[in-house]
Each structure stands twice: as structure tokens, then as C-alpha cells.
């Protein structure tokens, strides 16, 4: 069990019944969670709305080891390392942006406010890496999400590395590494703001951040954008399998096709989670003539590596939101990827370098999809 769990006392903040619900309605139980403990209680349904969810589970007697373990999960899901990326163009290869930030810095991230509950662990802080980059790094702690009941502090991490890179295009990337809702909204403001302050100094040209958002894509193109991301064929990254996908039903685009391999969800499931072998033969996603029907919104998939005298395998997610964890509006999210597991290696320094190798050819796979779909765009 995880070490946040072993640390509560399960005698005096055990939950049930009303007081349960509220927990399990919060943001922070994942549907997915629910259907597991249920499942394990030998309830099994064809629908994972927490409407339907959340009232059974409710009305069970979890044990101190099954409600630790909905804790610990949690509180794991949300601490591990979730990244966004933002663009922007660069006037000129001349263009002074690395000074304009370091020598700026505590104006750029003047007046940050936190969230109630949260306060800075270690103040934000800017280091120089290399010629091309800069890295702001912080650290935050809280109390849990549910302190009548947890008296538990959390601490989370969160930063930016701002790196100048050239694809064709003169490009400023700001990669936004995340461990929680408010390190994430601490990273936007942040980005926003390095923005704000280098397009008044002339040094880029857009008065925004650029990111890969929901909204870029129509329902064909964000599927064809996701089955993309399997295409690594590289030594440094080159992919395996897909492990799980989560679709959504969009009932604004019609009746379904009178087809039994997609028919069957008619008025019947808005949302589905698949996983399994031979994803990519599945009808939802080979069929093309489905694909105007369905929001695909998360990917998971496995991939092989190899990073200096380090190789293996790793687990990665790919994924739209950040609203809530059960809203089905992702209307203007952000895309997410999360390094979820890699193969042990010989130590934690090792592991970090294999991380950020990973990452970045994690980045450069999205960033090729992305332009493979605007080319199609502008294709006759």
C-alpha cells in the first residue's frame, strides 16, 4: 500500500454511507476506481456514471484495507508527473529571450496567489541550464483534499523548462510539468506571463501561448491524431502496443450507423473504456465511417526505449482534460502525457535521464501527428 495510506488512522477516518458519497462524487476518485472496488465486491455493471456508481458503492461497508487503498490511488494518480507543452514564435534567431526572462523573473511571477490551503514548500526559482534553457521549479504543500478526516500534508512539485528549438520555425517551447490541479494552474500563469512580458519586449510574436487543444481537432481528426502517436519506430522510442482508450459518445453528430459493430451503443453507453490485445483492430477505431461519432479522449499505450546503455519498456498515457474528473465537456483542454511506468534501472539519477529521454521523443511523436494533420488540412 502506499505510504500515504499507511499513515492515516483508518480507525478515525474511516468513511460510510452519506459521508462516503461525498468522497467518491469529489474530484478526486476516478470513476475507474469506483467500478474496481465494485467490482471486487462482486458488482458488476454495464454503466460506470457515477449516478448509478456511486449510490451502490455507497450503501457498502468498505474495510480500513480497501479504503486506504481508494486513498492511496488517488493521491498517487494526482502526484505523478503529468506534461503540457506551449509554443511560441521567436522574431529572430537574434531574439534575447533568455535574459529578458532571467533578468526579469521576480516581475514575470510577481503577485502569484495561491489556492486556499496551499502555500510554497520552496519559492519559485529559475535556474540556467544550458545557452538554450531555463528551468523554473517550485515546490507546494497542502493539506489533503478531505481534511475533517485526513489530517495528512502533501507536498507537490511543479515547474517549467523553457527551451529555444528549431523545426523549420524558430520556436520557444515551454514543457509544464505538473503534480497536481493547482501546480498546473501555477505553470499556466506562469506561462502566460513569460508570454505576456516577451511580446511587450518584441521578442515573439504571439500575444498567447500555443498548446494542442481539444478544440484543434474535429472528431476524425482527433482519432487519426491519437493512432499517430503509435508510429515511434525509432531506437531512442518505438512502440509496442496499445494498452486501453476511453471513448465518448457524441450525440451531437446523430443517430449511429445501422451497423452492428457500433449500433449496439444507441442510447446505450456514453462513455466506454477498452482494453485488452488487438486494440487496434477494434471496429471503433479501424472504421473510419465511426469515427465523426465517438470523442476518443485518452490513450494508453507501451512503447520499447532505449536511452544511452539504459533500454526497456515504459507505459504512457496520452489524454484530453483537466476540468474535472468526471465532467464529459472537454471543450478547450489541454493534451496531457504522463510517463505512467518504465523498466527499472540502475539508479534514480539513470531513471530521471531515461525519463527526460523518453519525454522528449514522446514530444517530438506529437508535435510530427500534429503537423501530419495540418498538412492534410491543406491538401487539395
Given at each position: 500500500?502506499?505510504?500515504?495510506?499507511?499513515?492515516?488512522?483508518?480507525?478515525?477516518?474511516?468513511?460510510?454511507?452519506?459521508?462516503?458519497?461525498?468522497?467518491?462524487?469529489?474530484?478526486?476518485?476516478?470513476?475507474?476506481?469506483?467500478?474496481?472496488?465494485?467490482?471486487?465486491?462482486?458488482i458488476?455493471?454495464?454503466?460506470?456514471?457515477?449516478s448509478?456508481?456511486?449510490?451502490?458503492?455507497?450503501?457498502?461497508?468498505?474495510?480500513?484495507?480497501?479504503?486506504g487503498?481508494?486513498?492511496?490511488?488517488?493521491?498517487?494518480?494526482?502526484?505523478?508527473?503529468?506534461?503540457?507543452?506551449?509554443?511560441?514564435t521567436?522574431?529572430?534567431?537574434?531574439?534575447?529571450?533568455?535574459?529578458?526572462?532571467?533578468?526579469?523573473?521576480?516581475?514575470?511571477?510577481?503577485g502569484?496567489?495561491?489556492?486556499?490551503?496551499?502555500?510554497?514548500?520552496?519559492?519559485?526559482?529559475?535556474?540556467?541550464?544550458?545557452?538554450?534553457?531555463?528551468?523554473?521549479?517550485?515546490?507546494?504543500?497542502?493539506?489533503?483534499?478531505?481534511?475533517?478526516?485526513?489530517?495528512?500534508?502533501?507536498q507537490f512539485?511543479?515547474?517549467?523548462?523553457?527551451?529555444?528549438?528549431?523545426?523549420?520555425?524558430?520556436t520557444?517551447?515551454?514543457?509544464?510539468?505538473?503534480?497536481?490541479?493547482e501546480?498546473?494552474?501555477?505553470n499556466?500563469?506562469?506561462?502566460?506571463?513569460?508570454?505576456?512580458?516577451?511580446?511587450?519586449?518584441?521578442?515573439v510574436?504571439?500575444?498567447?501561448?500555443?498548446?494542442?487543444?481539444?478544440?484543434?481537432?474535429?472528431?476524425e481528426?482527433?482519432?487519426?491524431?491519437?493512432?499517430l502517436?503509435?508510429?515511434a519506430?525509432?531506437?531512442?522510442?518505438?512502440?509496442?502496443?496499445?494498452?486501453?482508450?476511453?471513448i465518448?459518445?457524441?450525440?451531437?453528430?446523430?443517430?449511429?450507423?445501422?451497423?452492428?459493430?457500433?449500433?449496439?451503443?444507441?442510447?446505450?453507453?456514453?462513455?466506454?473504456?477498452?482494453?485488452?490485445?488487438?486494440?487496434?483492430?477494434?471496429?471503433?477505431?479501424?472504421?473510419?465511417g465511426f469515427?465523426?461519432?465517438?470523442?476518443?479522449?485518452?490513450?494508453?499505450?507501451?512503447?520499447?526505449?532505449?536511452?544511452?546503455?539504459?533500454?526497456?519498456?515504459?507505459a504512457?498515457?496520452?489524454w484530453?482534460?483537466?476540468?474535472?474528473?468526471?465532467?464529459?465537456?472537454?471543450?478547450?483542454?489541454?493534451?496531457?502525457?504522463?510517463?505512467?511506468r518504465?523498466?527499472?534501472?540502475?539508479?534514480?539519477?539513470?531513471?530521471?535521464?531515461?525519463?527526460r529521454?523518453?519525454?522528449?521523443?514522446?514530444?517530438?511523436?506529437?508535435?510530427?501527428?500534429?503537423?501530419?494533420?495540418?498538412?492534410?488540412?491543406?491538401?487539395?
Amino acid at each position: 500500500m502506499n505510504a500515504i495510506a499507511k499513515q492515516l488512522d483508518l480507525d478515525r477516518c474511516m468513511l460510510w454511507g452519506d459521508r462516503l458519497r461525498v468522497l467518491l462524487n469529489s474530484n478526486h476518485i476516478s470513476y475507474g476506481e469506483i467500478n474496481e472496488l465494485l467490482r471486487e465486491k462482486g458488482i458488476f455493471l454495464d454503466s460506470s456514471d457515477r449516478s448509478v456508481t456511486v449510490p451502490l458503492l455507497s450503501a457498502c461497508l468498505l474495510t480500513p484495507e480497501e479504503f486506504g487503498r481508494l486513498i492511496a490511488r488517488s493521491y498517487s494518480r494526482e502526484s505523478s508527473e503529468k506534461y503540457k507543452t506551449d509554443k511560441l514564435t521567436l522574431v529572430s534567431d537574434a531574439a534575447d529571450w533568455r535574459s529578458s526572462i532571467l533578468e526579469n523573473f521576480d516581475t514575470i511571477v510577481g503577485g502569484l496567489s495561491l489556492e486556499s490551503g496551499h502555500e510554497f514548500v520552496d519559492q519559485p526559482t529559475i535556474t540556467s541550464p544550458s545557452q538554450d534553457s531555463l528551468e523554473i521549479t517550485y515546490r507546494l504543500k497542502k493539506e489533503d483534499y478531505s481534511k475533517d478526516f485526513i489530517d495528512q500534508e502533501l507536498q507537490f512539485s511543479g515547474g517549467l523548462t523553457i527551451s529555444k528549438r528549431s523545426d523549420g520555425v524558430l520556436t520557444l517551447e515551454f514543457q509544464r510539468t505538473h503534480t497536481s490541479k493547482e501546480t498546473d494552474r501555477i505553470n499556466g500563469i506562469f506561462s502566460k506571463s513569460c508570454t505576456n512580458y516577451l511580446k511587450s519586449k518584441g521578442v515573439v510574436n504571439e500575444p498567447t501561448p500555443q498548446s494542442i487543444k481539444f478544440d484543434n481537432f474535429n472528431n476524425e481528426e482527433r482519432i487519426q491524431f491519437f493512432l499517430l502517436l503509435t508510429g515511434a519506430t525509432g531506437k531512442a522510442l518505438n512502440f509496442d502496443e496499445l494498452s486501453e482508450i476511453e471513448i465518448i459518445r457524441d450525440e451531437s453528430a446523430g443517430s449511429l450507423p445501422n451497423d452492428p459493430a457500433i449500433s449496439w451503443m444507441e442510447g446505450k453507453v456514453k462513455k466506454i473504456r477498452v482494453s485488452g490485445e488487438k486494440l487496434d483492430k477494434l471496429g471503433l477505431i479501424t472504421n473510419k465511417g465511426f469515427h465523426r461519432y465517438c470523442f476518443l479522449i485518452k490513450m494508453s499505450a507501451r512503447y520499447q526505449f532505449q536511452s544511452g546503455a539504459n533500454k526497456g519498456s515504459c507505459a504512457v498515457d496520452f489524454w484530453f482534460g483537466g476540468k474535472t474528473a468526471h465532467d464529459r465537456d472537454f471543450s478547450n483542454t489541454e493534451m496531457n502525457i504522463s510517463i505512467e511506468r518504465i523498466s527499472k534501472v540502475s539508479n534514480r539519477t539513470a531513471e530521471q535521464e531515461v525519463r527526460r529521454s523518453i519525454l522528449r521523443s514522446l514530444c517530438d511523436l506529437r508535435d510530427t501527428a500534429m503537423n501530419t494533420i495540418l498538412s492534410k488540412r491543406s491538401s487539395p
